[in-house]
C-alpha cells in the first residue's frame, strides 16, 4: 500500500494543503469525503474559530481530516491546547521549528508533518520525530523558501536526506504531476493552488476567477526580507515591488505592507489592494471545480499516465 496513504488512512495519497482565508470545514470535509486528506488552515483563524471549524468538520466528514498550524502563529500554546482537547489526529506544522511541538502533538498520538523548502531543513524535520515531510518549491502559493528551489530539483535531494514518507508540493495540479513528483521519489502530494481554486474554497469569487485567468509568469516570489511570498502581479504587488527596488527595509515593508491584506485580497475579493497569494500552477488550471472533481480527474489522470509511461520505455 502506498505509505502516505497507510499513515493518514486515506484512499489517495493526496492531500490539501492547509491555507489561510481558503481552507475551512468545507474544503477540509469535501477533500477527505472524496479521498484525499483534507486540512483546516489554523493560520488565519483565532482559536475559537479554529474549535469551530474542528467539531464543523466533524460533523461533514467521518474521514481523516487535519489541522495545519503555522509555528508563528502569535497564539500558538491556545491553538495547541484545542488541537488537544478537540482530539485532533493530523497535524501539519510549518513556518518554524519542528522540535518545539512535535514531541508534545505526537504524546498526544497525532500524526505529525512537517513543510519544508530543503533538504537540510527535511533531515531536521525527521530528527525532530515527525511521521512525514512536506517538501515544497518555490512555484508554491503562499509563503516560500527563500533560496527559490523548485519542485523537481528539491524532491529527489529531500529523498536522499530522509527515510520517513515524504510528499511533494509545489506546481502540482494534475494526474501527471503527480505522477512526475511519484518518480522524483515522492510518496505523495500536497496541493494549495488546485485546491484553493475549488468550489468549496473559503476564498472569493472574484479571486477565484482572477486565478484561473492568469498566464504563465503571473505570479512572482516577493517579499524575502519579511517572509518570501508568491503574489499575483496586481497593483498591491506593483508597490511592494517598486519599494523592494528602492531598497526599503524590513520596517518600511511592513509599514507598506499595513495589517490584513491576504484577508482583503483572498476572503474579501479586493483583486487591486489586497495580497494575492497563488501558485505559478494556476495559470494551468482553468476551472472551478468541486472538490471531489479535482480529485477524481487527478487520479483518473494518474491513472492513465503510468500505464503511458509504462508503455514509452
Ligand atoms: C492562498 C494560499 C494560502 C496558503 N496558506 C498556507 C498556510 O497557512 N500554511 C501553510 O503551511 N501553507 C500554506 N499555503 C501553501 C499550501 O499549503 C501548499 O503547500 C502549496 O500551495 C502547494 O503548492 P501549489 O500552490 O503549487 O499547489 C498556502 C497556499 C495558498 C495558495
Redesign the pocket.
Not at 487535519?66 to 501539519?92: A, H, Q, T
Not at 500524526?111 to 533531515?123: C, D, E, M, N, Q
Given at each position: 500500500m502506498n505509505k502516505v496513504a497507510e499513515l493518514f488512512k486515506i484512499q489517495h495519497p493526496i492531500i490539501a494543503?492547509?491555507?489561510?482565508w481558503?481552507s475551512g470545514w468545507r474544503l477540509a470535509a469535501a477533500v477527505s469525503n472524496a479521498g484525499g486528506l483534507g486540512l483546516l488552515?489554523a493560520?488565519s483563524m483565532h482559536p475559537d474559530v479554529l474549535r469551530e471549524h474542528i467539531r464543523k468538520a466533524r460533523v461533514a466528514t467521518d474521514k481523516p481530516f487535519g489541522v495545519?498550524v503555522?509555528l508563528l502563529y502569535p497564539e500558538i500554546d491556545k491553538v495547541m491546547d484545542i488541537l488537544v482537547e478537540e482530539g485532533v489526529k493530523v497535524v501539519f506544522t510549518?513556518?518554524g521549528n519542528p522540535k518545539t511541538w512535535t514531541a508534545m502533538l505526537k504524546s498526544h498520538g497525532m500524526t505529525v508533518a512537517h513543510?519544508v523548502s530543503s533538504s537540510k531543513f527535511a533531515l531536521k524535520a525527521q530528527e525532530a520525530g515527525v511521521d512525514a515531510v512536506?517538501a515544497?518549491g518555490f512555484?508554491?502559493?503562499?509563503?516560500n523558501g527563500r533560496e527559490e528551489t523548485t519542485t523537481f530539483v528539491l524532491i529527489p535531494q529531500v529523498r536522499q536526506a530522509i527515510s520517513i514518507p515524504l510528499i511533494a508540493?509545489?506546481?502540482?495540479?494534475t494526474g501527471r504531476g503527480m505522477l512526475a513528483a511519484m518518480a522524483l521519489g515522492a510518496d505523495g502530494v500536497?496541493?494549495?493552488?488546485?485546491f484553493?481554486l475549488a468550489e468549496e474554497s473559503s476564498a472569493h469569487t472574484a479571486f477565484k476567477e482572477k486565478s484561473i485567468a492568469l498566464q504563465e509568469g503571473d505570479t512572482m516570489l516577493c517579499l524575502k526580507k519579511l517572509a518570501p511570498t508568491r503574489l499575483v502581479k496586481n497593483d498591491f504587488y506593483a508597490r511592494v515591488a517598486l519599494a523592494e527596488n528602492a531598497g526599503m527595509d524590513a520596517d518600511e515593508l511592513r509599514d507598506i505592507l499595513g495589517k490584513g491584506r491576504a484577508k482583503l485580497g483572498?476572503f474579501e475579493g479586493n483583486l487591486v489592494d489586497g495580497e494575492l497569494?497563488?501558485?505559478?500552477?494556476a495559470s494551468l488550471i482553468k476551472e472551478i471545480k468541486p472538490a471531489k472533481r479535482i480529485i477524481d480527474d487527478i487520479v483518473e489522470e494518474f491513472n492513465r499516465a503510468k500505464v503511458v509511461f509504462a508503455n514509452k520505455n
Amino acid at each position: 500500500m502506498n505509505k502516505v496513504a497507510e499513515l493518514f488512512k486515506i484512499q489517495h495519497p493526496i492531500i490539501a494543503g492547509g491555507m489561510v482565508w481558503v481552507s475551512g470545514w468545507r474544503l477540509a470535509a469535501a477533500v477527505s469525503n472524496a479521498g484525499g486528506l483534507g486540512l483546516l488552515g489554523a493560520g488565519s483563524m483565532h482559536p475559537d474559530v479554529l474549535r469551530e471549524h474542528i467539531r464543523k468538520a466533524r460533523v461533514a466528514t467521518d474521514k481523516p481530516f487535519g489541522v495545519n498550524v503555522p509555528l508563528l502563529y502569535p497564539e500558538i500554546d491556545k491553538v495547541m491546547d484545542i488541537l488537544v482537547e478537540e482530539g485532533v489526529k493530523v497535524v501539519f506544522t510549518s513556518a518554524g521549528n519542528p522540535k518545539t511541538w512535535t514531541a508534545m502533538l505526537k504524546s498526544h498520538g497525532m500524526t505529525v508533518a512537517h513543510v519544508v523548502s530543503s533538504s537540510k531543513f527535511a533531515l531536521k524535520a525527521q530528527e525532530a520525530g515527525v511521521d512525514a515531510v512536506v517538501a515544497e518549491g518555490f512555484e508554491a502559493g503562499g509563503h516560500n523558501g527563500r533560496e527559490e528551489t523548485t519542485t523537481f530539483v528539491l524532491i529527489p535531494q529531500v529523498r536522499q536526506a530522509i527515510s520517513i514518507p515524504l510528499i511533494a508540493a509545489g506546481g502540482i495540479a494534475t494526474g501527471r504531476g503527480m505522477l512526475a513528483a511519484m518518480a522524483l521519489g515522492a510518496d505523495g502530494v500536497q496541493m494549495g493552488t488546485a485546491f484553493a481554486l475549488a468550489e468549496e474554497s473559503s476564498a472569493h469569487t472574484a479571486f477565484k476567477e482572477k486565478s484561473i485567468a492568469l498566464q504563465e509568469g503571473d505570479t512572482m516570489l516577493c517579499l524575502k526580507k519579511l517572509a518570501p511570498t508568491r503574489l499575483v502581479k496586481n497593483d498591491f504587488y506593483a508597490r511592494v515591488a517598486l519599494a523592494e527596488n528602492a531598497g526599503m527595509d524590513a520596517d518600511e515593508l511592513r509599514d507598506i505592507l499595513g495589517k490584513g491584506r491576504a484577508k482583503l485580497g483572498i476572503f474579501e475579493g479586493n483583486l487591486v489592494d489586497g495580497e494575492l497569494e497563488i501558485g505559478q500552477i494556476a495559470s494551468l488550471i482553468k476551472e472551478i471545480k468541486p472538490a471531489k472533481r479535482i480529485i477524481d480527474d487527478i487520479v483518473e489522470e494518474f491513472n492513465r499516465a503510468k500505464v503511458v509511461f509504462a508503455n514509452k520505455n
